[in-house]
């Protein structure tokens, strides 16, 4: 990539200041750092003006584009009234109204909403307030988790014991508390001949042949609904999340709904897990809570979960704090993006988006060297055949090159983009998706 001398003199200094997340700074001798001054909508505009449609949500966090006028607003005014304030001892009217409002979503099951300001923060508050509610009712032997094979939750030391991404995880396993993967429902791995749901059943058959023999020791089992982000966008049938359901009942095991991606809309129902008519004990939300603004996220669970810890003991209550907990400005935010669900019908207007979408990448699905091409709500995701190993990378460059920004897990090209793309933006994704694909090949 060409870069003016703007452009040059920030990535310099950000190559020197900044210790990039998720990266090998090394590689950054060669692929650039693309400096950001603006964005509006889809797009991106760097230091020299040239643009980048920002087809992966800036990391999967965005839902109506950069510089959302509605959004904006309410940050301003709420800017104007209280920025902070700690959430220990006081509240506002912003942290009330987004608890009941995402408690009316769930139908008021999850009526107790508990704050942290990122997806690892809100992994660790469900695992925690799982052992400790085991622990206040008298079964502390409770202490193991279950995740499953490919998942990924945070990558706190908690966040990543459940976490299953090797790459991650490999150099921190001495760090580690011991968790049992039980086998991803996902159904690129389902036998020849296997449907994804009767492929759900099999994966739900494994698990709850460790539950019977764990059950007296396992707090909970935590999930990605419906599609496993980091794993490559596995996607996998509903019914696997009914069984876990019910096998988390016989059993007596929380479900943890970790809806961090998955929540707001993403898959086609404003979470995941409606998909399946269940409900979780505890629900993980972040990223999109706030449109992608500002840092926020959510552990939401059950009232006879909460009187678990209401009690004359102080350390029976849950003694779990982060300094920016409940944010007001974070909550303005996530009020906004609730009142543009309703303003603008989005789940029902991303239906039309997605069929859209959906026929615009015809071609590509067709490609000889595209496999598994498939798409859940929000998601569209392939690989790439006889891809090298340095593929993400040159496909990210190519990408650039095109106007795009992506990013491919390993082999796994994948689509998140902010619900406002338009019908151009979307022709253009998958056209020149498909004129990157033909390039590297
Ligand atoms: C991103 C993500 C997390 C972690 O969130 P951070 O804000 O990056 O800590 C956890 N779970 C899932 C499913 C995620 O996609």
């Not at 007001?328 to 069929?355: E, H, M, P, Y």
């Not at 071609?363 to 060297?369: G, T």
Request: proline share 4%; aromatic share 10%.
């Amino acid at each position: 990539m060409q870069t003016s001398t703007r452009n040059t003199v920030l990535l310099e200094r950000s190559r020197t200041a900044v210790w990039h997340p998720c990266t090998q700074m090394k590689q950054h001798e060669t692929l650039p750092i693309v400096p950001i001054a603006r964005a509006q909508g889809c797009w991106l505009y760097d230091c020299d003006g040239k643009r980048y449609l920002d087809a992966i949500s800036s990391w999967w966090v965005n839902l109506f584009g950069h510089a959302e006028p509605r959004i904006n607003a309410a940050i301003i005014d709420q800017l104007q009234r209280l920025e902070h304030v700690m959430l220990a001892g006081f509240t506002h009217e912003p942290v009330v109204a987004l608890s009941e409002r995402l408690s009316a979503l769930t139908g008021g099951a999850l009526g107790h909403c508990f704050y942290g300001s990122d997806g690892a923060s809100a992994t660790e508050i469900a695992l925690k307030m799982s052992f400790h509610f085991w622990r206040n009712t008298g079964r502390p032997d409770k202490t193991e988790f279950i995740s499953i094979a490919g998942s990924y939750h945070g990558e706190t030391l908690g966040a990543l014991s459940v976490t299953d991404v090797a790459l991650f995880k490999d150099t921190y396993a001495p760090l580690l508390r011991h968790s049992t993967q039980v086998p991803s429902p996902d159904w690129r791995q389902a036998a020849a001949g296997v449907s994804a749901h009767d492929h759900a059943l099999q994966c739900a058959q494994v698990l709850e042949l460790h539950l019977e023999q764990h059950h007296a020791r396992t707090a909970a089992l935590i999930v990605e609904p419906l599609v496993q982000g980091a794993a490559g966008m596995a996607m996998y049938d509903a019914e696997y999340l009914r069984q876990a359901r019910a096998l988390c009942d016989r059993y007596g095991v929380h479900l943890i709904v970790d809806e961090i991606m998955t929540g707001f809309g993403r898959t086609g129902t404003f979470f995941a897990h409606e998909q399946a008519d269940i409900k979780p004990d505890f629900l993980c939300l972040s990223k999109g809570i706030t449109g992608g603004y500002l840092p926020l996220s959510v552990v939401m669970t059950r009232d006879n979960i909460y009187q678990a810890f209401y009690d004359e003991s102080v350390t029976r209550g849950f003694l779990h704090s982060h300094s920016y907990t409940g944010n007001a400005l974070a909550c303005r935010a996530a009020l906004a993006t609730l009142d543009i669900f309703k303003q603008d019908d989005v789940i029902a207007a991303n239906r039309g988006k997605a069929q859209r979408m959906t026929a615009a990448t015809k071609k590509l699905a067709a490609h000889p060297r595209v496999r598994h091409f498939r798409s859940t709500g929000m998601i569209w995701a392939f690989e790439v055949d006889s891809a090298g190993p340095a593929f993400s990378r040159h496909f990210f460059e190519a990408a650039l090159a095109h106007e795009l920004l992506l990013r491919p897990i390993s082999n796994t090209v994948y689509f998140m983009p902010p619900y406002s793309i338009n019908d151009a933006e979307i022709e253009l994704l998958a056209t020149r998706t498909l004129a990157i694909l033909e390039k590297i090949s």
